[in-house]
């Protein structure tokens, strides 16, 4: 596997379900980040790691809720959502530094549909 | 508050054509500017990085160029081929939270 890897790829679910999203990036990165990309909206930032440690939460509602175990890999677990919560999950990885702003590499996203 | 906007969010072209997508941002106070493409229900690949202190980047059959002042990027790409119909996204770096901000994107569509 290289780059961005994010499983499983499409996920179906019911607003009682409880269900994980999983990323890994083989980049040698120490920084990764969960987007929320809706239907005719700019991607949002949710969540920010660097170094393992939570650095941004962007207002999210707490029935997202990630956990970074290691550098490489990124989970986003989901419980009692809504229909709106339906979208593509993108995952992205960089390298965090001096200069935090270095380029994000992505992954090829979860399409997540709450029924 | 930077916003990014796209414009057209839609284009459609016959094969062959020069064209041009248009970025603009509200906040001149960035850190570097990125192009990216996304095909329908994938994730996003980086084009082209402009750093902040840079006027354009070529890749191949594209260039984006950037004037920070006028808070505007275009992405120009030469002699279009089918394959290149998706939706180009242009996204920010502020410079003062870190924080990359997306526009809304153009999709693109390059006709046979």
């Known amino acids: 596997e290289t780059g961005v890897t994010q499983t499983p790829r499409h996920l179906v679910m019911g607003m009682t379900n409880k269900k994980s999203l999983k990323c890994e990036q083989h980049?040698?990165?120490?920084?990764m980040y969960w987007y929320k990309q809706s239907a005719k909206k700019p991607l949002e930032l949710m969540f920010v790691?660097?170094?393992?440690?939570?650095?941004e939460n962007n207002s999210v509602p707490s029935r997202f809720s990630p956990e970074c175990p290691n550098s490489s890999h990124l989970f986003l677990h989901l419980h009692t959502l809504q229909p709106e919560d339906s979208a593509l999950y993108l995952c992205?990885?960089?390298?965090?530094?001096?200069?935090?702003?270095?380029?994000?590499?992505f992954g090829p996203g979860t399409r997540l549909t709450v029924l | 508050k930077q916003e990014v906007t796209q414009i057209p969010a839609a284009l459609s072209v016959p094969e062959g054509e020069n064209l041009v997508l248009n970025c603009s941002f509200t906040d001149s106070a960035i850190y570097n500017l990125q192009w990216f493409r996304q095909d329908p229900g994938k994730g996003l690949t980086s084009l082209l990085l402009?750093?902040?202190?840079?006027r354009e980047q070529t890749s191949g059959r594209l260039n984006a160029s950037l004037d920070k002042s006028s808070g505007r990027s275009t992405l120009y790409i030469a002699a279009s081929q089918p394959g290149d119909s998706a939706t180009y996204l242009c996204?920010?770096?502020?410079?003062?939270?870190?924080?990359?901000?997306f526009g809304q994107g153009t999709t693109l569509q390059v006709k046979p």
């Open positions: 402009i750093q902040s202190s840079q």
């Open positions: 996204a920010v770096r502020s410079s003062n939270t870190g924080k990359l901000i």
């Open positions: 790691y660097s170094l393992e440690e939570r650095v």
């Open positions: 980049l040698g990165h120490n920084a």
């Open positions: 992205a990885s960089s390298q965090a530094g001096s200069s935090s702003y270095n380029e994000q590499f």
